[in-house]
């Protein structure tokens, strides 16, 4: 089982750009969440998905959006970067839409924004 | 509306010492509580977590923590700090109704040999 996998690790734009990140759910999970955890400060949801919709979503401006494929996986997309974007993006899973009772986290893919 | 918040955001302690790492929560509803592990350049790993039944929780690599409701705590504790614990510790917090997952800001625990 090779876990919640995300890619690229690391990646570097710049301000205005637009950034796809994507995340592959650990095998048999059906939930996918999206965290950014800036430097020395703790995970902040962003949005979960879930049977291809946005479930849930966190306090984030319309620039963050995301996608969640047939397979599972799901990718989310920074429009318009803003030095502020620059962050840890962490992709979790987890089983049966909506449970927070135990999520398996990526490695994550670090943003930096020039 | 939830919340954690952690108490210090560096401990420090000596090899073989006690690990205490603070947590308080907010929560209008019953919470479940949890407390994760990031490594350096790593993600997170789900260390315990509390959602019903018995408050005194035990985790992995000799963890535990206990449920204190009138306290509002979730403290995270080791009795024989071991060097391989040293890194970022995360308290968090939702519930079975929760449409989001609260992260405290994290306490780095550096262990001295």
């Known amino acids: 089982d090779a876990g919640v996998t995300q890619s690229p690790t690391h990646l570097i734009k710049t301000r205005g750009q637009q950034v796809t990140l994507r995340c592959s759910p650990k095998s048999g999970h059906d939930t996918v969440s999206w965290y950014q955890q800036a430097l020395g400060q703790g995970p902040q949801f962003i949005f979960q998905y879930y049977e291809e919709e946005e479930r849930q979503r966190g306090n984030f401006p319309d620039r963050f959006s995301g996608h969640q494929f047939p397979n599972y996986s799901s990718e989310l997309n920074v429009n318009a970067l803003l030095l502020g974007d620059s962050a840890l993006y962490l992709c979790?899973?987890?089983?049966?839409?909506?449970?927070?009772?135990?999520?398996?986290f990526g490695p994550g893919t670090r943003l930096t924004v020039l | 509306a939830q919340s954690v918040t952690q108490l210090g955001s560096h401990v420090s302690v000596s090899e073989g010492a006690l690990v205490l790492l603070r947590c308080n929560y907010s929560s209008s509803v019953p919470p479940y509580l949890f407390w994760y592990v990031q490594y350096p350049n790593q993600g997170l790993q789900l260390l315990l977590k509390?959602?019903?039944?018995?408050?005194l929780v035990k985790g992995i690599n000799g963890f535990e923590a206990e449920f204190k409701k009138s306290e509002t705590s979730f403290h995270l504790t080791k009795p024989s700090a071991h060097m391989s614990d040293a890194a970022e510790y995360f308290c968090?917090?939702?519930?079975?109704?929760?449409?989001?997952?609260?992260f405290g800001t994290g306490t780095s625990l550096t262990v001295i040999p």
């Open positions: 968090a917090v939702t519930s079975n109704t929760g449409n989001q997952f609260y």
């Open positions: 509390y959602t019903t039944g018995a408050t």
């Open positions: 979790a899973s987890s089983l049966a839409g909506g449970n927070w009772d135990e999520q398996f």
